[in-house]
Every structure is written in C-alpha cells, then in structure tokens.
C-alpha cells in the first residue's frame, strides 16, 4: 500500500484511507510487529513505509500483546471502563525512524527469527511426520487443546494463590530458553497492576467457568495455536508475527486485513462474528468490498 510498486486498488485504498482519517472518520493504528518486519527493509524504504503509515495513524500504536492481556484482565475482574489506552500507545513522534533505532530494531529481528527457528524445530519435525491430507477440522480435538492451555493457566494461577510468589520459568527449546508466557501474564497482574489475592481467586473462578472467553487475548491466541496443531501446520517465526498481531488487534478493530491463510483461519473458528470485527484478505472481491465499505464510511 505503500510502496511505489503498490498496485492501483492498494492505492486507491489509501487515498480512501487518508481522506477518511483527514474528515476524522476512521484510524488505522500500527501494528507493534509492522516495525519489526519494516526493519528489514533498507533505511530509506522502512521510514518511508512507516511516515506513511503513520499519516493515517493518528499516532496509535497498537501495545504489545502482554499489556492488553493483563489489562484487560484486570478490567473484568475490576469492572473498569475499556478506552483507546487498554489497547493502544498514543506517540506523536516515531523514534523507530532514528537511524540508530532503527537499526537495533532490525538486529532484533534477526535474533528473534533465529530463536524462534530453533524452538519450532522439533515441533515441526513431529508435525511433518504425522501430517495427513485430511484438512476437516477435528472440532473436539480442538476444544481438547484449548482445555488444556486453560488447564495450565489454572494450574499456574493455583500454585501461586498457595506461595504468594511468582516465578517465571524458561521454557526450554534446544539451545535456547523462553520465558513462559502465563508466567509473564502472572507476574505482570501481581507486579504491574497490583493484584490481590482475593482478585487471584475470583480470577480463577472465572477462568474455571469460563475458560478464556472473557479475556479477548487469551481466547484467540489459544484458539489460534490449537488450529495450527489439530492440522499439523508447520510454523515459521513469520506464524508467530501474524498471530501477535491478530491477538492485539482484532478484539478493538472494526476491519482487518491479513493474508488470505489467516482469514479462512479465523472464519473457520468464528472468531470474526465473536468478536464483531470484519476480516479482508488481498484478495480482488475483498478489496473491491472495502473501498466500497471506506467510501460509505466517508460518506
């Protein structure tokens, strides 16, 4: 969309885009992860992807998936009303486009691609194996998987409602370690937004009568995860990017694009209907149906 080589539907999408946003009828927020991949870009061709972008920004910045996780968390057990701040940064000037920055950012790119191979190496060597050409979803192996994430969740949470204390632990693949990831979410309550133990045990009963289904994070990236293994998809670090950037921004977005795997990925598990958000592809029908869409809203 905003490159020069961009095709004319792309680019008639962002003269829609920018003439919406200049009449304050829509924003698209950036992805954390889009400065990630735009890194790999050369300096030049990142800033400008990035300047344009932020052109139709309005300078949000959608927060890593850790931090709407836990606030969202919090904002359920606590009743507290959701605003633009539970789920976006507001930066009205992008540091990532110092040249310096900007080559860090690209350096730890490369490290978390490198850390990410290795740990998906075993697994999709076992997946590789077991493999069919049977693509049918098996519904109840999928809710089996998704149980089990809850079940650590819970286990997790138990262990420490008895010691008061969280540790986080290293997940260990290969060479490399990984700081567990309901660990960092514990932590993060206890340390971050103060979480009691009367709120730790008021959380667990809803996480046992409800699962996930209240945390809008959790549901859809275990929900994600657990499709990914009741098909024995191999996964690559570029898996991993769309699946942070679909967890923090389907649940406040209207309209979302993502390559055409992923939409068919999401419709099947209805997650576009739960949680009220329209998903697009690159595909010729879907772009033809949201200019139509942008054009309406400009209206």
């Not at 919090?74 to 539970?86: D, E, G, H, I, Q």
């Not at 076992?126 to 519904?139: E, K, S």
């Not at 958000?277 to 949201?290: H, M, N, Q, V």
Request: charged content about 30%.
């Amino acid at each position: 969309m905003f490159d020069d080589q961009g095709s004319k539907d792309w680019k008639e999408i962002y003269s829609l885009l920018l003439e919406g946003y200049k009449k304050d009828k829509l924003v698209c927020p950036i992805p954390y992860e889009h400065f990630l991949e735009t890194s790999q870009k050369d300096y030049a061709s990142g800033v400008n992807t990035i300047n344009s972008f932020q052109t139709i920004s309005g300078n949000y910045i959608f927060k890593f998936e850790l931090l709407p996780t836990t606030q969202l968390i919090t904002s359920v057990l606590r009743k507290n009303n959701l605003t633009a701040n539970t789920f976006f940064f507001k930066d009205k000037e992008l540091i990532f486009n110092l040249d310096d920055n900007y080559n860090k950012t690209a350096d730890f790119k490369k490290k978390f691609k490198a850390t990410f191979d290795e740990c998906l190496d075993g697994q999709n060597q076992f997946r590789n194996v077991t493999r069919t050409l049977n693509y049918t979803i098996d519904i109840k192996m999928l809710q089996i998987i998704m149980q089990l994430e809850v079940n650590k969740f819970i286990d997790r949470l138990q262990d420490f409602y008895k010691k008061e204390r969280t540790v986080i632990r290293g997940d260990k693949f290969g060479n490399k370690e990984i700081a567990n990831w309901i660990d960092l979410i514990i932590h993060r309550l206890v340390v971050v937004h103060k979480m009691n133990k009367k709120e730790i045990s008021k959380l667990l009963e809803y996480v046992k009568f409800h699962g996930f289904s209240k945390f809008p994070h959790l549901d859809i990236r275990t929900s994600l995860m657990a499709l990914s293994a009741v098909q024995h998809k191999k996964e690559q670090e570029s898996d991993h990017f769309d699946f942070m950037r679909l967890v923090s921004g389907l649940p406040p977005s209207d309209y979302l694009f993502t390559d055409k795997r992923r939409k068919n990925e999401l419709l099947l598990l209805g997650l576009d209907k739960k949680y009220n958000c329209k998903i697009f592809s690159g595909t010729k029908k879907d772009l033809e149906e949201f200019k139509e869409i942008l054009r309406s809203i400009i209206e």
